[in-house]
């Protein structure tokens, strides 16, 4: 989008003006506020005109209306009203020439026609300022719904500390797509009380309307729960690809062949594929040296030693070496 072009006619038809406030004025502004009580916002200085500062670069604001309110029905809050009282007239394009977030989301979201905006709940406070310009430039205003934040099993806002947050950090970690899909559609929303879904299952019931306001909280063990269904549920042909990597990952050399035997012995345990890539390796990986000191120390009192050396009189009696003799032994 041409957006210094759509600000130009703005400015033409009197919805915009340039600011001269240097960022010693504003900051002086919104001490003084400060001082007052009173809301700290954009005090109107240029809303009417005024004189252009010689060598200064301007601002644009947007002349936001000073009566009458902005309500819209949120499809997870409800309905939502802001006083334009409390709103003040914001910067659409900075001094140095950059269009503003608010300023540009309105404009891509129209020309790609998009008709609801499903978005955090920290992003209300930008949807009365949003909805104004929509109507300022003659576009449709679309619907909005703002979901609530995610926190973590310390009550606080989810973010990198509490671990891996992008999704691809979570298939990394060996979790199942169809897993990470059924509990992030639970956060928040709910079917009754069922809690496993199939993809389709997601289409036909998920309404964005449905949606709790309340925040939800990221509960890790949760979604291992779930991935361990997952794990169950899948043939081993299906985990096979999913596997190998964590295998390379490790570091370690798997036949695919054997991993694919060895798969149904350890779907009830694992619950994640990593997990089961790192319970899988020792077949992969040749025995070493066990120290004496430390085996004295697990082998006290002789009992395990016996049996051990029993099992190795066994398998080296064995003329053929394979899962059943071995069973057998």
């Not at 005024?50 to 309905?79: C, I, M, Q, Y």
């Not at 120390?297 to 016996?306: C, D, L, M, N, Y």
Request: proline share 5%.
């Amino acid at each position: 989008a041409d957006y210094d072009a759509i600000i130009e006619q703005m400015i033409a038809r009197g919805q915009a003006y340039y600011c001269w406030c240097t960022p010693e004025e504003l900051e002086a502004m919104r001490e003084e506020q400060k001082r007052l009580g009173l809301p700290q916002r954009y005090n109107g200085k240029y809303r009417d005109g005024g004189e252009p500062v010689p060598g200064g670069t301007p601002a644009v604001r947007f002349k936001n209306p000073l009566e009458g309110s902005v309500s819209w029905h949120d499809k997870v809050r409800g309905v939502v009203t802001v006083n334009n009282s409390e709103l003040d007239d914001w910067v659409i394009r900075r001094s140095d020439g950059a269009p503003t977030y608010n300023f540009c989301v309105v404009v891509d979201d129209a020309a790609a026609k998009v008709s609801l905006v499903i978005r955090g709940e920290d992003h209300v406070s930008n949807t009365p300022k949003q909805i104004n310009l929509y109507r300022a430039l003659g576009y449709d205003v679309p619907e909005f719904a703002h979901v609530p934040m995610i926190l973590g099993d310390d009550g606080k806002r989810l973010s990198k500390r509490h671990g891996a947050t992008n999704v691809l950090d979570y298939r990394r970690e060996g979790y199942l797509p169809p897993a990470i899909l059924n509990y992030l559609v639970r956060l928040g929303w709910a079917h009754g009380d069922q809690e496993i879904f199939s993809i389709d299952e997601m289409l036909q019931f998920f309404r964005i309307d449905d949606v709790h306001s309340a925040a939800s909280t990221f509960n890790t063990e949760k979604l291992r729960w779930l991935n361990q269904h997952y794990i169950k549920e899948s043939t081993p042909q299906a985990l096979l690809p999913q596997l190998l990597p964590h295998f390379a990952a490790l570091g370690v050399t798997a036949d695919e062949a054997t991993v694919l035997r060895a798969i149904p012995h350890y779907q009830e345990r694992a619950k994640t594929l990593k997990e089961m890539a790192e319970h899988m390796a020792w077949i992969f990986v040749a025995p070493t040296a066990f120290p004496a000191d430390a085996a004295k120390k697990a082998f006290k009192g002789g009992e395990t030693a016996h049996l051990l050396q029993d099992l190795q009189t066994r398998i080296a009696a064995l003329a053929d070496v394979n899962a059943e003799t071995l069973h057998d032994a």
